[in-house]
């Protein structure tokens, strides 16, 4: 049985380097460089080229090599037999939840805007408002979303979640689907969108539900791109009805030189680095479901198809 990580892009010699430290003896490939296509049993991916998988006929198992999987499950040519999982990890976990809790602040207290008023020499105070003040709404309260929200609670803010199905989240209230989505954005202050992207969630930050926000709200985006109808943001920021939005994921990355966001006055913009996956923590456990398979036991972290996350 051999593993192979298959990117487009991106540089594994950390990867590699972490499982070869972790496992010297692990038969491991670096796609396209595979020796023994057939010998391939699982593989470690991050967006990788589209019908790759067929080459590999007896793959059973696909590991994201982050939290998210819609770069694996947009595969129209899934091979049926293979287990999904993905990575859950502390440090990606702690790293999503003190991010978001700067962004948080950074609106709060103003800092990108006395930045730009750095920059102008101008010496202008504006009205902040209060941690206990405001209600920040996580939408979202997955294995991230649930440890933005119990931070933010310790640090004082109000906070609700949403969710797909009832949950018990520490004094956090936690809205349930559809019907009560309504009821959680008239409530939220600061929104912070931590869904997976799926055929639900796509586009879900748009016109009908950002107008239900509260007049001066805030947008934060560190989930995917595509939940956000970029045209939509605009028009709500453009007549006031939302004052800002911190944006950390894109439907183009790298964002395009061009693009309206760069030097949009109420949007921050950073380069997708909310919690990036550390490949010597993550290694262990993609090296525990290796030994899962090859004992025959149940994976760590699997995704569901059917949820499509
Ligand atoms: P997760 O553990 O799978 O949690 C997903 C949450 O979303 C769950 O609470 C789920 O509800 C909820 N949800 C899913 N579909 C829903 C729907 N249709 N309506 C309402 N709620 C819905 O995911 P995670 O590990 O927290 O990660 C979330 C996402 O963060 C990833 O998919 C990835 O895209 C993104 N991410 C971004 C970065 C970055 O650097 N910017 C880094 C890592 C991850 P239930 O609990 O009821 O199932």
């Given at each position: 049985?051999?593993?192979?990580?298959?990117?487009?892009?991106?540089?594994?010699?950390s990867?590699?380097?972490?499982?070869?430290?972790?496992?010297?003896?692990?038969?491991?490939?670096?796609?396209?460089?595979?020796?023994?296509?057939?010998?391939?049993?699982?593989?470690?991916?991050?967006?990788?080229?589209?019908?790759?998988?067929?080459e590999?006929?007896?793959?059973?198992?696909?590991?994201?090599?982050?939290?998210?999987?819609?770069?694996?499950?947009?595969?129209?040519?899934?091979?049926?037999?293979?287990?999904?999982?993905?990575?859950?990890?502390?440090?990606?976990?702690?790293?999503?939840?003190?991010?978001?809790?700067?962004?948080?602040?950074?609106?709060?207290?103003?800092?990108?805007?006395?930045?730009?008023?750095?920059?102008?020499?101008?010496?202008?105070?504006?009205?902040?408002?209060?941690?206990?003040?405001?209600?920040?709404?996580?939408?979202?309260?997955?294995?991230?979303?649930?440890?933005?929200?119990?931070?933010?609670?310790?640090?004082g803010?109000?906070?609700?979640?949403?969710?797909?199905?009832?949950?018990?989240?520490?004094?956090?209230k936690?809205?349930?689907?559809?019907?009560?989505?309504?009821?959680?954005?008239?409530?939220?202050?600061?929104?912070?969108?931590?869904?997976?992207?799926?055929?639900?969630?796509?586009?879900?930050?748009?016109?009908?539900?950002?107008?239900?926000?509260?007049?001066?709200?805030?947008?934060?985006?560190?989930?995917?791109?595509e939940?956000?109808?970029?045209?939509?943001?605009?028009?709500?920021?453009?007549?006031?009805?939302?004052?800002?939005?911190?944006?950390?994921?894109?439907?183009?990355?790298?964002?395009?030189?061009?693009?309206?966001?760069?030097?949009?006055?109420?949007?921050n913009?950073?380069?997708?680095?909310?919690?990036?996956?550390?490949?010597?923590?993550?290694?262990?456990?993609?090296?525990?479901?290796?030994?899962?398979?090859?004992?025959?036991?149940?994976?760590?972290?699997?995704?569901?198809?059917?949820?499509?996350?």
């Amino acid at each position: 049985m051999s593993l192979i990580i298959i990117t487009q892009g991106k540089d594994v010699s950390s990867w590699v380097k972490a499982l070869k430290e972790k496992r010297p003896d692990l038969a491991l490939s670096v796609y396209p460089d595979v020796p023994d296509a057939a010998a391939v049993e699982g593989a470690i991916v991050w967006n990788h080229p589209l019908g790759v998988f067929k080459e590999f006929p007896n793959l059973k198992w696909i590991s994201s090599m982050g939290a998210g999987v819609d770069h694996v499950l947009k595969d129209p040519e899934l091979p049926e037999a293979a287990v999904i999982t993905r990575i859950t990890d502390e440090n990606l976990t702690n790293d999503m939840a003190t991010f978001t809790l700067a962004l948080v602040l950074n609106h709060l207290r103003g800092l990108s805007f006395y930045k730009v008023l750095e920059h102008q020499q101008t010496w202008k105070r504006k009205r902040y408002q209060r941690i206990e003040e405001t209600t920040v709404g996580v939408m979202g309260t997955g294995v991230l979303g649930a440890a933005v929200a119990r931070l933010l609670k310790q640090t004082g803010f109000n906070v609700n979640g949403w969710a797909r199905t009832p949950k018990d989240l520490d004094g956090v209230k936690v809205y349930v689907g559809e019907k009560e989505l309504s009821d959680f954005l008239s409530r939220t202050d600061v929104l912070v969108c931590l869904l997976p992207l799926t055929k639900e969630t796509r586009n879900i930050l748009n016109k009908r539900t950002l107008e239900q926000l509260p007049q001066e709200a805030f947008v934060i985006n560190v989930a995917r791109g595509e939940h956000l109808v970029e045209e939509d943001l605009i028009e709500m920021l453009d007549k006031g009805h939302l004052s800002g939005a911190s944006l950390d994921v894109f439907r183009q990355e790298p964002l395009p030189q061009d693009h309206i966001f760069w030097k949009h006055p109420k949007i921050n913009i950073t380069p997708h680095i909310a919690s990036v996956t550390d490949p010597n923590t993550a290694v262990n456990q993609v090296l525990d479901n290796y030994d899962r398979l090859q004992n025959m036991e149940q994976l760590l972290n699997v995704v569901s198809l059917t949820k499509g996350y």
